[in-house]
């Protein structure tokens, strides 16, 4: 729900997407791609590692939380 969003989010998302995208290209192994995040990074790797189509290696979370549901996880 839009409203529900916290402001910028989607705009965050779709940036890491990009930069998950990009750094998948270059590994040799894609399972070496891991995200990490402290307060609100952490509940925008949180978010992405959710509902990412990238098969990611890991995700860690520090300090963070599960924000409502911006998109339908996939």
């Known amino acids: ?3 529900c969003e916290p402001a910028g989010s989607t705009d ?3 940036s890491v997407e ?3 995208h990009r750094e998948m290209q270059l590994v040799d192994q ?4 891991v995200l990490a995040g402290f ?8 978010v992405l590692a959710l509902t ?3 098969d990611l290696g890991g995700v860690a979370s520090l300090s963070g939380w599960i924000p409502h549901p911006s ?3 996939r």
Request: net charge positive; aromatic share 0%; proline share 7%.
């Open 30 to 33: 894609p399972s070496k791609v």
């Open 52 to 54: 990412s189509l990238h």
């Open 39 to 46: 307060s609100q990074g952490a509940a925008l790797s949180m």
């Open 12 to 14: 965050s998302i779709a």
């Open 71 to 73: 998109r339908p996880v």
């Open 18 to 20: 990009q930069i998950i």
């Open 1 to 3: 729900c839009k409203t």
